[in-house]
């Protein structure tokens, strides 16, 4: 499985940004695609996360101002990201792993996911 995301970049705080995850290679029908965040110190945080079963979820921290959503003709995954904050800041990855309670572990358990984009970097300046 491959990922690539995309879309990062300088933003003023209220601004938005859109990332995207680019797939490849996931052959099963029942798999959930979530997107993390981390800063230096700190450990992996989960975003957000959607299913190939239309289930999404989103962190307390990002509820309402971030929209996941997919364009399952172009295995593409997208995180609309409006009315950013300074500490939104972050490297943000998208990571893969097949089954069908992924969107139920992603917060707690970044470490079961097998797959993992190389990150792109969300600046937001205040």
């Known amino acids: 499985v491959q990922l690539v995301e995309s879309g990062g970049g300088l933003v003023q705080a209220g601004g938005s940004l859109r990332l995207s995850c680019a797939f490849s290679?996931?052959?099963?029908?029942?798999?959930?695609i979530a997107w993390f965040r981390q800063t230096p110190g700190k450990e992996r945080e989960g975003v957000s996360c959607?299913?190939?079963?239309?289930?999404?979820d989103y962190s307390d921290s990002v509820r309402g101002r971030f929209t996941i959503s997919s364009d399952n003709a172009k295995n593409t995954v997208y995180l609309q990201m409006n009315n950013l904050k300074p500490e939104d800041t972050a490297v943000y990855f998208c990571?893969?792993?097949?089954?069908?309670?992924?969107?139920?572990?992603?917060?707690?358990?970044?470490?079961?996911?097998?797959?993992w984009g190389q990150g792109t970097q969300v600046t937001v300046s205040s």
């Open positions: 990571a893969a792993d097949v089954g069908i309670d992924v969107c139920q572990y992603y917060a707690s358990m970044p470490y079961r996911f097998p797959s």
């Open positions: 290679g996931i052959r099963f029908d029942d798999y959930g």
């Open positions: 959607i299913h190939s079963d239309g289930d999404i």
